[in-house]
């Protein structure tokens, strides 16, 4: 039955993306294609004075310039702009809408020209004055006694405030993690058909077609018929594609204008003016018993949002589940500042929040003259602290042990500054990682024809996650088909029901619906084959029955079997065709989480603080793992991420203009090539026969949690030198 | 009348032999190589990720040597043999590296993954790079956001046949 699953299936997508056969949003084509550049407001917060197109409007070429005053119309309740992963309070950002700023790089007008380069001359043509607010805010650490308290899931546990103080080795810091962007490779872009009539195919960058589709109809009024949107690949998001982007509206909005088709493509820059990792604050207390089992454990998240929208995530929730302790308070605040609302990005949370407490963790190791590993497992907990609840499965402590063995941590002098390479002094250090393995309502449709062909549809994408390789995988191993008979297609959002991709939740969430539906397949055929005259399968029970090798067989004797296609062409079946949405089992007394043990390297250069990761080992547990190659693929990504998170990444805000001052990806540092070295994944083994049938948790964010503290604490352990403000950059360690 | 100065100046024509075949454009000067790719002749597999040399997306091969066509206008590059991911592999068989990056995972979106390809058949070219750390710098202004890159060098190290 398993021929697929479980194995280093080579991706299904591979030839059209290393071909350049692959198409992206922004590289659709239509007749009489129009293209739209966006013009950016240049301040904060404000209103927009005059906006003067006159002189755009007289280049040859140039079609219309759309702005708040001079565009088809728009929805003007909040309901409508609200997509389905929108923020519950506040209003949601409105496009053109009306003539407020509310934060730099906010989209004033739209020109549109019969080609790119005619349309991106013209808009630096546009005239704007502002009626500019002086006060306006973007420094976190300015407002930050201006946090309003997020409403708490969970009561405190014990007296925290008492137990922390009366500790007899007691650690408390800040740790600061600054705006992060994406900066998928892909720019944002979105190309909208116009199909007459008002009907439109709209090409649009999303990590849920089926979101943007039930957006664009609220905004626009139109009919769920009168819209198709697709993606069928999308050139990386990481959460920035969660929510419907502003470039589809406006290309939605022109092709409406214009009644022609139209492409609308951001620039790296205009991207800085999308979500972001907000900046934030994570204070987290530890307080130890001598032996060194936790009394106390407080972690206080103090997080950026914008003035429109309150966003916010689950920061301190690791710190409240992970470790045993009797005492214990988490809170989370939000500042209003002038930026634009933030979003989710890879592992939201948990990669800012496990960073600030396995960084909290290390320190107290130190004051305690304790194994990092060894205080984790003074306190490892078997069940999920904050609902006191038993996990499906938590292999932690195999993940402790199996990278420890593979990174060499026995060998690992605790002093400080105590190992060397040459003129690099050599840093380990290490953390725990975890997240939540989360699974949602998707369908999926099988039609199998007689040839012993299947497609398999689903609305879901595939952002580089390997979607469309898992669900072929699951498919042609339930169906007993090869994988070259199966095609897949995805990200179109007539296809069943899926919600967007994220949270590590469409390995599981897919690969079930595929099961479901091709499981309805197996039990017609079953019946069939078993009523055809003088069937090998005569009086066989359909349960007994599998589907393997292109035939329909008992379990367990080949020699009882019929083809597919003698069946079908015997129930005179062109095509049988199934939809079944996914079922999973309610279960509220367990808690569903991965885990993860990572073990990083530094080589810190002594004179001049340069700081290369040259080994990282990620000990992963996360249920079973559906492709070994592609989920090693997300894994590595991940610890790329985090060494990114670590020692590069920062977005970089002049707040005497409220302006970002490094919107690009050469002044936004990234994790190059040469910055990676060995990356050792390791999947521990983790039976789940309870979390779902296949016992899949997901991949997509564990990999980066707990990475950039492993990193830090290497920092540490190479120098001496303690860095809670992310990044680690070279100035911090001469200073 | 309309301000001269805002007026789009005359279309320039150029020839291009783009994939061995010859294309004849007729432009405005300051589109790029890129844009005259993408836009102009829909060869969509150059990608464009920053238009501002800054990320390698659109890596094509001009004349055998790997160039950022977003930084190169294409009046510049008049009667030049340009090589695009869609030329390189022949009559439906792969080019090593293609093949390669497949059986590497060398890709997760698959964004970079045109530019990646084309720079390594640059650098493969060059002769430079001997070994691992000689093709992570020399592969280093091609950016993978998905973190794809040690599985990049191992895919540039099968196609160069070292390990």
């Keep these: 039955m398993n021929a697929y699953v479980g194995t280093a299936t080579s991706r299904v997508d591979g030839r059209a993306k290393v071909t350049g056969a692959a198409k992206y949003a922004g590289e659709f084509a239509a007749d009489g294609l129009a293209h739209g550049f966006v013009v950016a407001a240049t301040i904060p917060r404000g209103r927009i004075a005059r906006l003067d197109t006159s002189e755009t409007l007289k280049v040859k070429g140039v079609l219309d310039v759309l702005t708040h005053a001079h565009r088809p119309p728009l929805a003007d309740k909040d309901e409508a702009w609200k997509d389905e992963v929108a923020p519950e309070e506040g209003s949601p950002f409105r496009p053109l809408y009306d003539d407020s700023i509310k934060f730099n790089g906010q989209p004033i007008a739209l020109v549109v020209a019969e080609d790119w380069e005619t349309a991106k001359f013209a808009a630096t043509l546009v005239r704007v004055d502002y009626q500019e607010e002086q006060s306006f805010a973007t420094d976190l650490e300015a407002e930050r006694s201006k946090g309003a308290e997020v409403k708490q899931l969970h009561k405190p546990r014990g007296d925290a405030a008492r137990a922390l103080a009366g500790a007899s080795v007691r650690h408390e810091a800040d740790y600061f993690v600054p705006t992060e962007h994406h900066n998928p490779m892909e720019l944002f872009a979105t190309t909208t058909v116009w199909d007459g009539n008002g009907r439109l195919t709209v090409y649009d960058k999303t990590q849920g077609v089926q979101n943007v589709h039930k957006f664009l109809c609220s905004v626009f009024g139109k009919k769920p018929d009168d819209i198709r949107v697709l993606s069928p690949y999308v050139g990386g998001a990481f959460g920035s594609g969660l929510r419907p982007q502003y470039q589809v509206v406006l290309a939605t909005l022109a092709a409406l204008a214009l009644e022609r088709s139209v492409r609308v493509g951001l620039t790296r820059q205009q991207m800085y003016g999308l979500g972001h990792r907000p900046a934030t604050i994570e204070r987290v207390g530890l307080g130890a018993k001598p032996d060194g089992t936790l009394d106390a454990v407080t972690h206080e998240a103090t997080a950026v949002t914008s003035r429109y929208e309150d966003f916010s995530r689950n920061d301190t929730g690791w710190a409240e589940q992970l470790y045993k302790s009797p005492n214990s308070r988490f809170s989370h605040k939000l500042v209003r500042l002038d930026v634009s609302t933030p979003c989710d990005m890879r592992a939201p949370g948990a990669a800012s929040g496990v960073c600030a407490l396995e960084c909290a963790m290390d320190e107290l190791a130190v004051a305690l003259k304790l194994d990092p590993i060894e205080l984790r497992l003074k306190s490892y907990s078997d069940r999920d602290q904050s609902e006191d609840l038993p996990y499906t499965s938590k292999q932690l402590r195999e993940c402790y042990a199996r990278g420890a063995e593979a990174f060499g941590w026995s060998r690992r002098n605790p002093a400080p500054r105590s190992m060397r390479d040459g003129k690099e002094l050599v840093g380990w250090g290490m953390a725990t990682g975890v997240w939540e393995a989360l699974q949602m309502p998707v369908a999926a449709r099988i039609v199998l024809t007689a040839n012993g062909h299947a497609e398999v549809s689903c609305a879901a994408s595939d952002i580089g996650t390997g979607t469309y390789t898992i669900v072929a995988q699951v498919a042609a191993d339930a169906l007993g088909l090869p994988i070259e008979n199966i095609s897949v297609r995805l990200a179109d959002s007539t296809l069943p029901q899926a919600p967007v991709e994220g949270g590590s939740w469409m390995a599981a969430s897919s690969a079930h619906a595929v099961l479901g539906a091709a499981e309805d397949i197996r039990q017609d055929l079953a019946r069939l084959a078993s009523t055809m005259p003088a069937s090998p399968l005569g009086g066989v029970d359909a349960a007994d029955v599998i589907l393997v090798d292109g035939t329909i067989s008992k379990n367990g004797d080949k020699g009882r079997a019929v083809s597919i296609a003698d069946a079908m062409r015997y129930g005179k079946l062109e095509r049988l065709e199934k939809q079944k949405l996914n079922q999973f089992a309610e279960d509220k007394s367990h808690a569903r989480n991965t885990h993860s043990a990572v073990f990083a390297e530094v080589k810190v250069d002594e004179q001049l603080g340069v700081i290369r990761v040259t080994r990282v080992v990620s000990a992963v547990a996360a249920g079973r793992i559906l492709n070994t190659k592609t989920g090693r693929s997300q894994i590595m990504g991940g610890v790329v991420w985090g060494i990114g998170m670590a020692l590069h990444e920062e977005t970089v805000m002049d707040h005497r203009f409220g302006r970002i001052m490094n919107p690009n990806i050469a002044e936004y540092h990234i994790p190059v090539n040469a910055d990676i070295h060995d990356i050792d994944v390791i999947f521990v083994e983790e039976r789940d026969d309870r979390i779902n049938r296949l016992g899949v948790k997901g991949l997509g964010e564990i990999g980066i949690v707990g990475v950039p503290a492993a990193i830090a604490n290497a920092v540490y352990h190479a120098t001496g030198k303690r860095i809670r403000r992310f990044p680690i950059t070279l100035d911090k360690l001469l200073d | ?163």
């Design chain 2, 1 to 163: 009348m309309a301000d001269a100065a805002n007026q789009i100046p005359d279309r320039i024509p150029i020839d291009l032999v783009v994939n061995g075949v010859r294309r004849t454009l007729d432009l405005v000067p300051w589109t790029t190589l890129l844009d005259a790719l993408r836009d102009h002749l829909e060869l969509t597999g150059t990608k464009k990720g920053c238009d501002h040399g800054q990320c390698g997306a659109c890596t094509v091969l001009v004349d055998g040597r790997r160039v950022n066509s977003c930084l190169t206008l294409a009046v510049m590059k008049d009667g030049a043999e340009i090589t695009t991911i869609e030329g390189l592999a022949s009559d439906g068989a792969l080019h090593p590296l293609q093949q390669a990056f497949i059986d590497h995972d060398a890709f997760q979106c698959g964004y970079c993954t045109p530019g990646q390809i084309c720079s390594a058949a640059g650098l493969l070219a060059e002769g430079h790079a001997k070994n691992a750390d000689e093709i992570r710098e020399l592969m280093s202004g091609n950016l993978c956001r998905c973190g794809g890159y040690p599985n990049i060098v191992a895919a540039i190290q099968q196609a160069m046949g070292r390990p």
